[in-house]
């Protein structure tokens, strides 16, 4: 597979599964442009160890005109983006009734507004250069839901409902569009419900195994390292007629 002479731009990269996914992306050859809020430059210097151009745009992807920024960004420094991965997402949990409106408007914004404020933006580059990649990075509650997640849920299945109506739209084009719907992913958010659970009973092996054990049959944990590659299949031709998927990644959640 080789990405040389293609511009990425991954969304919520400059950690966790965005920063998997770039890895293996700029490993292919691709330039990435990395989004991110904080620090960056772990980050730029461990995607910048394969010898690609690298850059950072700390767009808040809530937010439109700042999008409109990182593509006009994208456009002056790395002559536009021919891969998109759309990978930012935040969460919060609480009962329906109880659920802070904020955080609703927050979550829908980020989760599912941004790939639709993004994608429009990428898409007519895409048409011009004839060829381009759009993944979206949903979840496996796109396909199913859990409770307390209303926003999560409702967000990642509208991000699904996005992927088809894309793959669509550009289905007689060199353009894809599909998601990628993990299941538990071992980040640093998830390793913080590990240490609650192990605090409370002594065993963090015991605590990372019920954890698993509760929806994800395989008792292993999805890594961004599997999630890039999956990516990285996408965008070769193997992947030219995968289209508006929702590939779950999931260790059997969605199959019981």
């Known amino acids: 597979m080789n990405l040389t002479g293609k511009t990425a731009l991954v969304t919520g990269s400059t950690s966790g599964i965005g920063l998997g996914i ?29 010898g690609r151009k690298v850059g950072h745009h700390g767009a808040d992807v809530s937010d439109p005109a700042q999008i409109a920024e990182l593509f ?23 009962p329906v009734e109880e659920f802070p409106v904020e955080r609703w408007d927050a979550i829908i914004a980020i989760n599912l ?17 004839g060829w381009g990649r759009i993944i979206n990075i949903a979840s496996v509650h796109g396909l199913v839901g859990s409770e307390q997640k209303a926003a999560y849920v409702a967000a990642k299945h509208g991000l699904v409902g996005l992927t088809k109506v894309v793959a669509l739209e550009t289905a007689t084009t060199p353009i894809t569009c599909n998601a990628i719907c993990p299941g538990w992913v071992l980040t640093p958010l998830v390793q913080q419900q590990i240490d609650e659970r192990a605090r409370e009973s002594g065993d963090e ?27 990285l299949f996408l965008c070769s031709e193997a992947g030219d007629q995968v289209r508006g998927a929702a590939w779950n990644m999931d260790g059997g959640w969605a199959a019981r």
């Open 22 to 50: 770039a890895l293996k992306l700029a490993e292919a050859g691709a330039d990435l442009i990395l989004n991110g809020f904080g620090d960056a430059s772990a980050a730029l210097a461990e995607v910048g160890r394969h």
């Open 113 to 129: 507004s941004s790939a639709f404020h993004t994608t429009r933006l990428a898409l007519p580059g895409m048409r011009q250069r």
């Open 205 to 231: 092996q015991r605590a990372r195994h019920d954890l698993l054990a509760e929806k994800q049959p395989s008792l292993d944990f999805v890594t961004p390292t599997q999630l890039g590659a999956m990516a």
């Open 72 to 94: 006009a960004y994208a456009e002056r420094d790395f002559g536009g983006v021919d891969i998109l991965v759309n990978n930012a997402g935040i969460q919060h949990v609480a």
